[in-house]
């Protein structure tokens, strides 16, 4: 009897043990449901479009600059143009995103390195294009919110989420799981494109931009 | 015969009397504008874009005076503001409810443009170091000014639009390089009224 009992003990004691090394399943989502994957590019506009940003952009020093931004997107070329102008309308950059890379057709000091430009276009893929890949897990809660996560080429990680109801956000993070760049997306959508959009970027540089859009078009 | 020679000459006569009523020459222009003291208006900017299927709009106002001032403000979309006086260019955009001063100032090329604007306003278009002018007595008068090497390649040209009324610009068009225009169309054009000098002191 008390040989029976010191198993029960032991084997109640390796079930505890067994049971604290199932690894946890809750972080980990499944490919998703078919139907659920459009609302992973629920943020994004489908056709071709165009749109005009009021922008302020501050640097981490406090400085800050208010900006006019247009953009013109083709989405199933991923092509993008993008524009940046003064108050006064003078450009200060302009430069057009394909398949093949970045040509910049102007860039007026302090906007005119390659650093800059690729930086920029890097912002206004990540605010208007979806990453190219299918997600590789997505779900969709029972409150309607949608969790899409995709992973880069270059082993970095994009997570979509939120719902029209309650706004959206995008971490975009480095291969070390930093978050490097997150964007916030408030409604109403206009034409595909949201109301308003703040992009807060930590790595390398440290920098928000506030766009309000003022314009858009089909 | 007679009769149709005779509506000729009345209907040519008429023309011509027109032509010179409404027509400024080059020298009653710069009498007019010397007589410039301030100027106070509103405008209206249209920005025409390659990649824009419609204009970029955006209302301001400015006040000018003699002594080198000029106050230069956008109302909307941006709310910003150019102050010039004397050699001093200051720019402030309004943002979360306060004035904040201009980070990527661009004094040189905005010193550029002021000087530009403010020869305009008192009729000295032939004192511009950066364009060459040409005078249209049309109707309606226009100067275009051509810009000299290295502008160029950014601007291919300025149309300035003159008003009937003596001295008052009606519109410019700004060419540039690339096929991106703009126009302003200025109202409300007030000549020699008074208004407080810390309009350009201030934003």
Redesign the interface.
């Not at chain 2, 990649?51 to 419609?54: A, G, V």
């Not at chain 2, 979309?77 to 910003?80: K, Q, W």
């Given at each position: 009897m008390i040989r029976k009992k010191g198993l029960d003990i032991c084997l109640l004691g390796f079930l505890i043990l067994s049971i604290g090394c199932v690894p946890k399943s809750g972080t980990t989502l499944s490919p998703g449901l078919p139907e659920d994957l459009p609302g992973c590019y629920a943020i994004f506009p489908t056709g071709p479009w165009e749109s005009v940003h009021r922008i302020e952009a501050t640097l981490r020093g406090g400085g800050s600059s208010s900006l006019l931004g247009v953009t013109k997107g083709e989405p199933l070329e991923r092509r993008l143009e993008s524009l940046l102008l003064t108050p006064e309308g003078f450009i200060l950059f302009d430069a057009e995103r394909r398949e093949s890379g970045i040509a910049v057709r102007k860039a007026m000091a302090p906007f005119d390195s390659p650093a800059f430009a690729r930086g920029l276009m890097e912002d206004v893929t990540l605010l208007f294009l979806p990453p190219q890949a299918k997600p590789t897990t997505w779900r969709k809660e029972t409150d309607g919110t949608m969790i899409c996560n995709w992973e880069g080429p270059d082993d970095s990680h994009t997570e979509i989420r939120g719902s029209m109801d309650s706004g959206w956000r995008i971490l975009r993070r480095d291969k070390q799981g930093e978050v490097i760049k997150e964007v916030v997306l408030n409604g109403p959508f206009v034409n595909g494109l949201a109301s308003r959009m703040e992009l807060r970027a930590f790595k390398p540089a440290s920098y928000r931009l506030r766009m309000i859009l003022l314009q858009a078009f089909p | 015969m007679k009769k149709f020679l005779f509506l000729c000459v009345l209907v040519a006569t008429a023309l011509l009397w027109a032509a010179a009523v409404l027509s400024q020459d080059w020298t009653s222009l710069k009498e007019a504008s010397r007589n410039i003291q301030s100027v106070k208006a509103e405008f209206l900017?249209k920005?025409y874009?390659q990649?824009?299927?419609?204009p970029?709009l955006?209302e301001g106002r400015l006040f000018f005076h003699v002594s080198d001032s000029l106050r230069?403000e956008?109302l909307s979309?941006?709310?910003?503001v150019?102050l010039q006086k004397g050699s001093t260019i200051q720019v402030y955009?309004y943002?979360?409810g306060v004035w904040?001063p201009?980070?990527?100032q661009?004094i040189e090329?905005r010193r550029m443009?002021l000087a530009e604007i403010s020869q305009w306003f008192q009729g000295r278009f032939d004192e511009s170091k950066s364009f060459k002018h040409l005078y249209s007595p049309g109707p309606p008068a226009r100067v275009i000014m051509v810009p000299g090497e290295g502008i160029n390649r950014f601007i291919h040209q300025i149309e300035i639009v003159l008003s009937v009324r003596p001295g008052v610009i009606d519109r410019v068009e700004i060419e540039?390089s690339?096929g991106?225009r703009?126009s302003i169309e200025f109202r409300n054009v007030e000549i020699n009224s008074s208004f407080s000098p810390e309009v350009f002191e201030k934003p």
């Open positions: - | 900017q920005r874009l990649i824009l299927t419609k970029l955006s230069w956008y979309p941006l709310r910003s150019m955009n943002s979360e904040k201009e980070m990527t661009a090329s443009v540039e690339g991106s703009t």
